[in-house]
């Protein structure tokens, strides 16, 4: 998806001194704000034409975006967040958080410059989204969830949040594309999708994951998550193309974790290998997901398939990665109906799969 150039970067926290020193600065007065053009007050008209206005968003928007801090003894460093519910819900990315997901100490900077320690309610690393909570004394200004399936290319946007530590930072542009579907690392060497993920150039910085991406409105419609940069790290920053995990897939992840700290996930009851096009070619296979387990009595056992079968499309994609997988998890729910077009013996056959429970 993208050029060869370009490096795919998690946009978490900054280590080091330099995010420490400004991490804890009192900043409600004093943010950035980076703009594009002439503003206008909503998104109404030609929306490719026109910009939010950032100092109305920021105004209204900023009280509910705060500075994530994370100390362990595997690292240290600074991400962001918003303020999800009144009573201390904070929306924020795995990748911020798991440094400290086992032991170590969770700290929020709200914008007015008090902070206060977070627990972790829940995470769900496949889609690089948490959930934190802090005991307020008062009530929180939470920050309105807007509407990301009804986005369209060329929509302004801000995003806001505490690149390199510097809080409450905000900056305006548009949304650049929709619907990607963007690999990130996550814990263990295993890999994150952001399913569906929105495209957009306004800048985003290492510090910045777990923020908030709003529309005029100043209505969150994604989390601020990975960027593009140039060269093999991130030492570059904002080539103008970042990511957000849209929140209509984060919102429901988000209810599962406040009401019952992990996410269920729909199931299959299959193992997969992947085939890669070069073992393809080498043993003159097609190319696809190898079955190497079935469970007894799951979906996919009652559908039909079986061990050795080569499984070359699912839900009408081609089954080349095993991100195929996550994103039926992570887009799909129980009770949905998968197609499956598979090999056995050489013949090709198609069969439905209805999601069920994991175990």
């Known amino acids: 998806m993208l050029a060869s150039a370009l490096v795919l970067g998690l ?3 900054l280590i080091g001194g330099f995010a420490g020193g400004f991490a804890g600065e009192r900043s409600d007065s004093s943010s950035s704000s980076e703009s594009t053009g002439s503003s206008t007050s909503g998104p109404s008209g ?3 034409q026109i910009v939010c206005d950032a100092t109305m968003v920021a105004d209204s928007v900023l009280p509910t975006i705060v500075t994530i801090s994370v100390e362990s003894s595997s ?11 009144e009573d201390g819900y904070i929306l924020t990315n795995n990748h911020v958080i798991s440094a400290a997901a086992t032991e170590g100490s969770i700290t929020v900077l709200f914008s007015n410059g008090e902070s206060e320690a977070a627990t972790l309610v829940g995470r769900a690393p496949k889609a690089d ?9 008062a009530t929180l200004p939470a920050i ?10 060329g929509q302004p946007v801000v995003a806001l ?3 390199l530590g510097l809080a409450s930072t905000v900056t305006t542009g548009i949304v650049s594309a929709l619907g990607r579907d963007v690999t990130v690392p996550s814990d263990d ?12 150039d306004a800048a985003i910085n290492p510090g910045n994951s777990g923020g908030a991406l709003v529309d005029c409105s100043g209505a969150q419609i994604g989390v601020n998550t990975a960027i593009a940069t140039v060269g093999s790290s991130e030492a570059s920053g904002n080539v103008g193309i970042g990511f957000a995990v849209p929140m209509s897939l984060a919102q429901s992840i988000v209810d599962q974790l406040i009401e019952n700290g992990t996410v269920a996930y729909p199931y299959m009851g299959i193992g997969v290998v992947l085939i890669s096009a070069d073992a393809a070619e080498k043993f003159d296979t097609p190319q696809g997901l190898f079955v190497d387990t079935v469970t007894a009595g799951s979906p996919a056992a009652e559908a039909g398939l079986q061990e050795g079968d080569i499984i070359t499309e699912l839900d009408g994609q081609p089954a080349t990665t095993l991100t195929v997988l996550t994103r039926i998890q992570l887009t799909k729910k129980v009770g949905d109906v998968v197609s499956v077009t598979y090999l056995r013996d050489g013949t090709e056959a198609t069969t439905d799969v209805t999601l069920g429970t994991e175990p």
Request: glycine share 18%; charged share 15%.
């Open 75 to 85: 690292g240290s460093g600074v991400g962001s967040g918003s303020i999800i519910r």
């Open 129 to 137: 989204i948490a959930v934190l909570k802090v005991d307020a004394s």
């Open 144 to 153: 309105e969830i807007g509407d990301s399936e009804s986005l369209v290319v």
């Open 161 to 163: 949040g505490a690149p």
């Open 11 to 13: 946009v978490g926290g």
């Open 46 to 48: 030609d929306l490719s």
């Open 189 to 200: 060497d295993q890999l994150a999708l952001l399913a569906g993920a929105i495209q957009t």
